[in-house]
C-alpha cells in the first residue's frame, strides 16, 4: 500500500477513531463500532473501506458477519518515514545552530 493513502486515511479524525477501537477490540463488527459513536453502520462501513483501501484493516467474513482487525504494518512503515524525516530536520536544525554558533 502507499503512503499517500496511508496518510490520506489517517487524514479524517473520525477514521483514526475507528482504527484506534479496531487495534483495541482485536476484531470487531461495523455495527459494534457505530454503536455509541453517533454515526451510522453504514457511515461506519464507509470509513473501513477506507482504512481497508489503506492496508490498515483486513476483513473476515465470520458467519453472517464481516468482522475487522487492524493491519499493523502500514502504521509501522508511516511512523518510519516520519521518523526519518524528523531525523533529518533535527541534522539541518543542529548544522544550523553550529553555523551560527561560528559566525562573529
Given amino acids: 500500500m502507499s503512503a499517500d493513502a496511508v496518510f490520506d486515511a489517517l487524514g479524517d479524525g473520525t477514521r483514526r477513531e475507528i482504527l ?4 483495541t477490540a482485536h476484531s470487531t463488527t461495523a455495527t459494534e463500532l457505530a454503536r455509541g459513536r453517533g454515526i451510522s453502520r453504514q457511515a461506519v462501513v464507509k470509513h473501513l473501506q477506507v ?4 492496508g490498515l484493516v ?6 453472517r458477519e464481516q468482522r475487522y482487525r487492524l493491519l499493523a504494518a502500514p502504521l509501522t512503515d508511516a511512523a518510519g518515514w516520519m521518523a526519518e524525516v524528523g531525523a533529518d530536520w533535527d541534522r539541518r536544525l543542529s548544522r544550523l545552530a553550529s553555523e551560527s554558533q561560528e559566525r562573529p
Fill in 20 to 23: 484506534a477501537a479496531v487495534a
Fill in 58 to 63: 483486513e476483513a473476515e467474513k465470520v458467519g
Fill in 51 to 54: 482504512l481497508a483501501a489503506a
